[in-house]
């Protein structure tokens, strides 16, 4: 049986629900976005590269319902409430995979290795449980293991309503200004020692908070960002294959065998 049904007659029409609910009333909003990198971004026409992009759990809702219809797979939580989220992204025309670090990550890890091969992977690396704002090893660990770069993303939220929940749960009101930071590629070497992997993580974990307070500091002060742009998104299939690129070394091997053409 499918993971979609699965789901209860509620969770299934709360899921239709926000995914055309939350998509319009995000569009009400003053939300502005800036990039390292446009290409590490789905939802640009500049889109070139799969990748791995991180953002705080409690950002959810300014996030994923501006990507409906774009090359990105979304872990889900196996958890009870994880279901809404689940419903909600697959009516937004998102790839979905099930699982987590606790619950069922060795099929999790299978499913987003297959899905790399045409999509990114959304991840909220504090998630399901917390604590907050602390990044757990898995993303760390699948961008090594899949070759896949890193993207953090800032995002920050002004005026909103918070759930009294471990990750204090943002919902913009009426008012919110939302403020996103897509950082720009990090990339995990293959086969890294443990060490290795876990002062990755603080790393990444300082930059995607250094991130967030930037963009919370942007969406509370109602000053302009220098590249700062509307919301854009490029509607496209959720399923993008890229032509493989070239290693160094092919690459090197390719301008060799193109000289000595020329030469000969």
């Known amino acids: 049986m499918s993971e979609e049904f699965q ?14 609910l939350i998509p319009r009333a995000l569009d009400l909003l003053n939300y502005r976005i800036c990039h390292y990198d446009r290409s590490a971004d789905p939802a640009r026409p500049e889109y070139n590269e799969h990748a791995i992009c991180v953002f705080w759990h409690e950002n959810i809702i300014s996030v994923l319902p501006r990507y409906g219809h774009t090359p990105l797979t979304v872990l889900c939580s196996q958890h ?76 920050g939220v ?11 749960f943002a919902i913009p009101s009426h008012r919110s ?15 890294c020692s443990r060490e290795r992997l876990e002062n990755s993580r603080v790393a990444v974990q300082r930059l995607l908070t250094d991130l967030t307070v930037q963009a919370e500091d942007w969406a509370t ?15 496209r299939t959720n399923r993008l294959v890229f032509e493989e690129r070239a290693t160094p070394e092919q690459a090197q091997g390719q301008a060799l065998e193109s000289e000595y053409s020329k030469a000969a």
């Open 177 to 191: 200004r939302i403020r996103m930071i897509f950082g720009p590629k990090i990339h995990i070497p293959r086969k």
């Open 80 to 155: 009870r409430d994880g279901e809404f989220v689940n419903q909600t992204a697959l009516r937004l025309g998102l790839n979905i995979v099930r699982g987590s670090s606790s619950r069922g990550g060795s099929s999790a890890i299978r499913k987003m290795k297959a899905n790399s091969k045409f999509s990114s992977i959304a991840i909220t690396p504090d998630g399901p449980r917390g604590p907050r704002r602390e990044m757990a090893l898995g993303p760390i660990y699948l961008s090594s293991l899949l070759a896949m770069p890193l993207v953090p993303v800032g995002v």
């Open 158 to 168: 002004s005026n909103p309503f918070r759930l009294n929940t471990w990750d204090k």
């Open 221 to 235: 002060s109602k000053r302009k960002m220098q590249g700062e742009q509307r919301f854009v998104r490029a509607r």
């Open 7 to 20: 789901a209860t007659f509620q969770q299934r029409v709360i899921g239709q629900f926000n995914s055309l």
